[in-house]
DNA sequence: GTGAAAGCGCTAACAG
DNA sequence: CTGTTAGCGCTTTCAC
């Protein structure tokens, strides 16, 4: 692009004729410089825009007043999460780095060990991980899971009544009178899909339906794979009447392909989906599904990150949201 | 926490029983390394779970692979435009981190320059800039805005049509019959906010309909400020029959007070936002709005600045996208 | 009041 | 093939 180096504190130093040493003491307010000599250093500051470089800060100090979230990806998850974080760090004097590596680790196992590892000990102070696939990780700096893999373990959580929120569903769905149910399952891994998977099935079974297992499908959160479990749902011989997605996504991608099919929602296929995020609301016909107050959650995670940072009392280290059915027009009462 | 530290270069040189030179040469695939030294380090590596800090390398490195993005805060327009990033970046072999200081900054013009200033020359090799307030920022490394207050500069920068978009709603409403048009304004130093204020009074003083500054209100993109002025326009003695806001937030704080004031929208009140964002579809009437497309914008922005990075030849340094009317249920014809 | 020097974790010459 | 050394930008003793 063009030639000019960024400004560094010897450029500071040699433009206010005064030592690195000394502007550093002037940046961070240290006693012991002259009056005339702050105010100088200052002027050249603002001349010349400087600002201290992240990284090499980081390396020097212990403290560097960052949070870190990690995210494996920026779906519609992980950036409602980021709203409510960004909503709690205000005013706290934080400042907040995102990382993802987009996808290059994919579904990886552990790619939240890689990044805080990058991480952690340099950049920042602490960190919360949104959907991390293991919780035994341990860096010295304070971690709060944002939906867990696996469930409460030593590691803070914050996440969802995920079993609950399934029960709702399929209650609805019961309701409604339908008695074929299928479920397209989520990525068999989480925590949060068993839980969801859970809740189908015990909901089913305390309603006195035998649980069909052909009518579970898996999804995997994937839209591919989500695809291929609706399609093969779909044209079964005796197709289920309503259907049960372990995440708005792929009940989503369910919709398209009951319209490839030619199947009119909600009048031939009812169908609930699972975390209420904004383009949930946006599908035709807007889907009804359980709402996580995702942003929420951000927020609790944030709270107490901060808490632990700065070595303050907490009251509980696995704070669990209750989960809500939000009806739209996606499902309706069984045909025949 | 614990008392676990991080895991250093040092640590695994010295569990290898090698100098961390060459732990650092298998790291980055150096040649000479003998084979079973090789085989050794990273097998220590994979049992210690070492990973290279990044502000240790940004610092040593030129080049980092990480792209920054920086925000001022995470609200809904730039995680869509975040979400386009991200997309744009799958499969470039960069990573991500985007910064944000919260709100700590707030609407201190030239954020961007102290953001910049911290990650740019270490940390990152380029960044997207989400809604700056300057363009005549020039570090080195490659930089691209989206959405800038300045119209386009020397600085790459990724747009919408915000003129013709402002048109575009304010058509739709003379289409309709109405002739009393309010607008709440944006922030006077943004491009984008001039631009649709000019695209509405073009399109009333095309239809020879003399702007009224009385119908004019401030609403600075903020709330509160948004809320003062719907206030203000709804209680006038001759109120408007309809409105347009220069983003959906403030037509979204416009309909909140319009409930308040008993005003029926779209019976009493039409109104029109402005950049569709997953929000407006949610609110009650679904809000009628101009189409920004955000996600494709992030998009533009990554894809651009990858190519510059890499010295790869641009056909144009400046990306204008087409904004769209999208009609949803918050408009109606003028009743009397 | 001020500056010289060491060192945070890492990489890139350069010797051995 | 391997290790020693210098230095990225910054902060912090510790002399002067």
Redesign the interface.
């Known amino acids: 692009?063009?030639?000019?180096?960024?400004?560094?504190i010897r450029d500071v130093a040699a433009r206010a004729e005064v030592s690195i040493a000394t502007v550093s003491k002037v940046i961070n307010g240290r006693y012991g410089v002259a009056s005339d000599t702050i105010e100088r250093v200052e002027r050249v500051i603002a001349d010349l825009?400087?600002?201290?470089?992240?990284?090499?800060q980081?390396?020097r100090n212990r403290r560097t007043n960052v949070i870190g979230v990690l995210v494996a990806?920026?779906?519609p998850f992980s950036?409602e999460v980021?709203?409510g974080?960004?909503d709690a760090?205000?005013?706290t004097?934080?400042?907040?780095?995102?990382?993802?590596?987009?996808?290059?680790v994919g579904e990886h196992v552990g790619w939240e060990?890689?990044y805080l590892?990058?991480?952690?000990?340099?950049?920042v102070d602490g960190a919360v991980i949104v959907t991390p696939t293991v919780t035994d990780i341990?860096?010295?700096?304070?971690?709060v899971a944002v939906d867990p893999h696996t469930g409460p373990s030593e590691m803070p959580t914050v996440d969802a009544d995920n079993w609950h929120g399934a029960c709702l569903a399929v209650g609805h769905l019961l309701d409604l009178g339908h008695r074929r149910i299928a479920m397209i399952s989520g990525r068999p891994d989480l925590q949060s899909a068993q839980k969801r998977e859970g809740g189908y099935r015990a909901t089913l079974t305390a309603a006195d339906i035998p649980v069909d297992e052909s009518l579970i499908q898996l999804g995997a959160y994937d839209p591919d794979v989500a695809r291929q479990a609706a399609y093969s749902l779909l044209t079964m011989p005796d197709r289920p009447t309503a259907m049960f997605a372990a995440n708005d996504l792929s009940a989503i991608t369910a919709m398209e392909v009951a319209a490839e099919l030619g199947l009119r929602v909600p009048d031939d296929l009812s169908l609930v989906g699972f975390d209420n995020i904004?383009?949930s609301?946006?599908a035709t016909p807007p889907l009804t599904t359980v709402a996580q107050p995702i942003r929420q959650m951000g927020q609790h995670a944030m709270e107490l990150l901060v808490r632990?940072i700065r070595e303050e009392p907490v009251e509980t280290n696995h704070i669990r949201l209750t989960t809500q059915l939000v009806e739209r027009q996606s499902t309706r009462a069984a045909g025949r």
Chains 1, 2 share one sequence.
């Open positions: 692009m063009n030639l000019t180096r960024r400004v560094t825009g400087y600002e201290a470089s992240l990284a090499a980081s390396l990806d920026f779906e950036t980021l709203k974080a960004a760090i205000r005013g004097g934080f400042e907040l780095v995102v990382y993802s590596a987009g996808g290059r060990r890689r590892s990058r991480l952690s000990g340099t950049l341990n860096y010295g700096a304070p971690i904004p383009e609301a946006l632990l």
